[in-house]
Every structure is written in C-alpha cells, then in structure tokens.
C-alpha cells in the first residue's frame, strides 16, 4: 500500500518547484518544469503580466501575475511620469511586444528603451498637463517575447 505524506495547510509551491513531462507540439517528449514547460507549450513565447502601482518619486511596484523571461525585471524612477524596467538580454529588438492597458483621461505608454535595446523598456503616465507620477494605479502590463 502507498504511503501518502501530508504537507501543512501553509505550504506553497513556486511552479519552477514541480518538474513535470508533456508531449510538445511535435510530439517529442519534453520534460522540465512547469514554468519551462508552459514556455514550450505556448510556441515559445515568454510571457510577463504584471499590475503596476507608482507613488511620489518611488519606482513602480509590481505584483507579477505571470513571468516566464527567466528573470524578473527590475523597475527604477526615472522623472517625472517616465520609469524603466530592467532585465538583461530578456527583450531582443523585434521580438519583444510591449503593451499597457489604456485608461481614459489618462495617458499611459511603454516602449523599448532605444539606449540599451534588448535590455529594458520605459513606461510613462501624464494627464493633460504633462508627465506625471501618482497616476499609475494597478495598471496592467503584458509582454510577449517570441522566439527569434
């Protein structure tokens, strides 16, 4: 007979924990974690869902949804209304999506830092009278990094 084991009501698991086997889409066996295997199983696109939260001259808070770039980005102020994310090599130039969800009266962007291409993005918030801080709120922010 099997013995079972209980783990405490308190115990989490982080998804790169659980090593786990799945046919991909060519039907080879793959075997990995979960968090290397949902990257496999989405045609390779590497994915980071985030709500972002800014307050006074603070970098940008986020609470990660989903992230599998194999790093996490590191947020830092920039001015006024302009932020950075940082992750090393994680956003090749042509590959990389970047997108924000829109709110009315407010304007929010994301786009490629073009002073260390692949390496981060900028996100900005301002109202109509220019760059702002305090604006962004649990503002979502998606990017997809397809294969090369």
Request: proline share 7%; hydrophobic share 40%; charged share 15%.
């Amino acid at each position: 007979m099997p013995k079972i084991s209980l783990l405490p009501a308190a115990t989490q698991f982080n998804l790169a924990d659980f090593l786990a086997k799945v046919d991909d889409p060519s039907g080879l066996t793959q075997r990995g974690t979960i968090e290397q295997l949902k990257t496999l199983l989405n045609g390779g696109v590497k994915v980071y869902r985030a709500l972002l939260n800014q307050s006074g001259t603070d970098a940008p808070v986020a609470t990660v949804l989903d992230n599998s770039l194999g790093g996490v980005p590191v947020f830092s102020y920039v001015n006024f209304g302009v932020y950075r994310g940082t992750l090393l090599g994680a956003f090749p130039i042509g590959s990389t999506l970047y997108l924000i969800q829109p709110s009315s009266g407010l304007k929010f962007g994301i786009e490629l830092d073009d002073e260390n291409p692949g390496d981060g993005f900028y996100v900005t918030s301002r109202n109509d009278a220019g760059p702002s801080d305090n604006l962004i709120q649990d503002r979502a922010i998606f990017i997809f990094v397809y294969p090369a």
